[in-house]
Nanobody
Framework: QVQLVDSGGGLVQAGGSLTLSCAASGSTFTITTMSWYRQAPGKQRELVAT???????NYADSVKGRFTISRDNAKNSVSLQMNTLKPEDTAVYYC????????????WGKGTQVTVSS
């Protein structure tokens, strides 16, 4: 069994910064893609940023130039540096990983709240 623990959310003023972190733990496993998603109240969960095991990253247009995703394969962790935050970035942010244990499966963190005040 693999667990993802995400953390780092909080309340910040518009223009501020936050860093989210997520670490995977459990039995022997291999992780390929790691991502951050977010879900605002009344909206569907959306992809924010994704990074491959090799380090190739992609971002939603709404966060390009403001957010940076990074990972540490040795620590099975992924981070999201969020700068120049806007009120519309307010959401619950979820860590995601594509993991191989006995089979390939999708794993999610429990989510961390990010609130940006205007």
């Amino acid at each position: 069994q693999v667990q993802l623990v995400d953390s780092g959310g909080g309340l910040v003023q518009a223009g501020g910064s936050l860093t989210l972190s997520c670490a995977a733990s459990g039995s022997t496993f291999t992780i390929t893609t790691m991502s951050w998603y977010r879900q605002a109240p009344g909206k569907q969960r959306e992809l924010v940023a994704t990074i491959t095991r090799g380090g190739t990253s992609n971002y939603a247009d709404s966060v390009k130039g403001r957010f940076t995703i990074s990972r540490d394969n040795a620590k099975n962790s992924v981070s999201l540096q969020m700068n120049t935050l806007k009120p519309e970035d307010t959401a619950v942010y979820y860590c995601y990983a594509r993991v191989f244990v006995a089979t390939w499966d999708d794993y999610w963190g429990k989510g961390t709240q990010v609130t940006v005040s205007s």
